[in-house]
């Protein structure tokens, strides 16, 4: 029987899109870079930041990679962590998860620090046991070494948990762990991106989560 849920962060339980597109942006203009579309922008929501600018900068350059985190967390700290919204159903189906006796945990490519300041911002933090993220300094995590250490946290096997995200890097490190995974589609993956990675079960809405959710 499934004990806890993991739910990815952004593009699952919130819409970062302006706070995280703007931040790229401001990264790439503060060194100088060509800077795409906002539209463009959109495919780097929900993957690791190290990961995105170097595909952005096309380098492995760590100094310059790390110059754009840095660019970019400037601006994220100050202003794009609140260019952020809940996704109207959410609070009320982590209400009825957390009714019914479920242990809740965010699982997030986004550093913890800034997990836990959305989630006390957007009255979301009480119903989350723990947060497992990334460290500020750590930039070599994936999503399957966060899942990992959300498994070993919660001294966990991995046929007690379930992950819910919206990209394939979700259902890929929830695979690579042994855990199930289910796919939402109102965030930045689409149907056949979540497919491709394996996921369990795809859902386009709140309801059919929980109802999905139900048959773990």
């Given at each position: 029987?499934?004990?806890?849920v993991?739910?990815?962060l ?24 060509p800077?795409?579309?906002e ?8 993957p690791?930041l ?20 840095e ?7 100050a ?58 300094s ?29 990209r394939?890097?979700?259902i ?40 999905s959710?139900?048959?773990?």
């Open positions: 029987m499934t004990s806890h993991f739910f990815d952004d593009g699952t339980l919130t819409d970062p899109r302006d706070g995280i597109v703007r931040c790229i942006a401001h990264a790439l203009a503060t060194l100088d870079r800077v795409p579309s539209r463009a922008l959109e495919r780097f929501i929900g690791p190290a990961r995105t600018f170097e595909i952005l900068l096309d380098t492995t350059d760590g100094t310059l990679v790390g110059s754009a985190i660019a970019y967390r400037a601006r994220f700290t202003t794009g962590i609140l260019e952020n919204r809940v996704y109207p159903e959410i609070p009320g189906a982590l209400a009825l998860l957390a009714s019914r006796g479920t242990t809740l945990c965010v699982v997030t490519s986004k550093p913890s620090v800034f997990a836990r300041r959305i989630l006390d911002h957007f009255g979301l933090s009480s119903y989350f046991t723990r947060v497992h993220g990334p460290d500020l750590d930039t070599s995590y994936t999503k399957a070494t966060l899942v990992g250490r959300a498994l070993e946290s919660e001294r966990l096997l991995p046929c007690a948990a379930v992950m819910i995200g919206d394939a890097d979700d890929e490190g929830a695979r690579a762990n042994g855990v199930r995974s289910i796919g939402v589609t109102w965030g930045y993956g689409s149907r056949a991106e979540l497919d491709a990675a394996g996921a369990d079960v795809i859902v386009g809405a709140v309801p059919e989560l929980l109802s959710l139900a048959l773990f």
